[in-house]
């Protein structure tokens, strides 16, 4: 039979594999045998958003978000809402990120709580720049040790704005005096970025240490934390 007379069926051709094949495995493996340190920051939340979105390229993704706060700790601690301005940003990977910046702030409060807080002041700094310091809104947090300065509790007592947070004196000395604490440790972050500490800041510090001390409950340090750093009163000696 002649070539001119044989059927021609569909041609099959291989189809084109997607540039980021593989790329996950590749990845994964880099971390696991070089570590994260060999990872850059991108990479690292390509690896948290390969859990939350099982396909497809993320890396714009990720570099979409890094634009957007700034650094790889930004991103895990920016507030919800703003994560979700990010086209690409659901659920799952809300989830993922709330999931690991909880870890984060377990893991440097247990090392808190291991001993006398005021021999682990940096340690302090770190759990309360983790929890605190990338918020949208201020937060009041207090620190509540007893007579061997371990922590006996860590609490936020007012959510406020993005400037200011009301603080009540005498609920501060109440939940003080309900703990059995005889030292607190003050925190609060500014949004701003600028920890340094405002007039009503020092005020309101210096109102709380004179209702305090005679109640035998010592201000140790009052800390503000912020994208930029951090301020202690008590090293300002405004305290």
């Known amino acids: 039979m002649s070539s001119?007379?044989?059927?021609?069926?569909?041609?099959?051709?291989?189809?084109a594999e997607p540039h980021y094949h593989g790329h996950r495995e590749r990845l994964r493996n880099r971390f696991r045998e070089a570590g994260a340190n060999a990872l850059s920051d991108?990479?690292?939340?390509?690896l948290l958003l390969f859990r939350?979105?099982?396909?497809?390229?993320v890396k714009p993704l990720a570099k979409t978000l890094l634009a957007k706060f700034g650094s790889f700790v930004e991103v895990i601690a920016a507030p919800e809402t703003r994560l979700r301005e990010v086209k690409g940003v659901g659920d799952a990977v809300v989830t993922e990120f709330k999931i690991i910046h909880a870890s984060a702030n377990r893991m440097l409060r247990d090392k808190v709580k291991e001993?006398?807080?005021?021999s682990s002041g940096p340690a302090v700094i770190d759990y309360c720049r983790s929890a605190m310091a990338f918020a949208d809104k201020e937060q009041f947090r207090i620190l509540f040790l007893d007579k061997r300065n371990q922590l006996i509790a860590d609490e936020v007592q007012q959510t406020g704005t993005v400037d200011h947070t009301p603080v009540y004196i005498r609920e501060v000395i109440k939940r003080a005096l309900e703990l059995s604490a005889?030292?607190?440790?003050?925190?609060?972050?500014?949004?701003?970025?600028?920890?340094?500490p405002s007039r009503a800041d020092i005020d309101m510090t210096q109102a709380i240490v004179d209702v305090a001390r005679p109640l035998g409950i010592s201000v140790h340090d009052h800390i503000i934390v912020g994208k930029q750093g951090h301020a202690s009163l008590k090293a300002l000696k405004l305290i």
């Open 182 to 196: 005889t030292a607190i440790i003050l925190v609060h972050n500014h949004p701003s970025g600028d920890p340094t």
């Open 42 to 46: 991108y990479e690292l939340l390509e």
């Open 52 to 57: 939350a979105l099982p396909r497809g390229d």
């Open 4 to 15: 001119d007379h044989l059927a021609e069926g569909p041609v099959k051709t291989a189809e």
């Open 115 to 118: 001993r006398p807080v005021l």
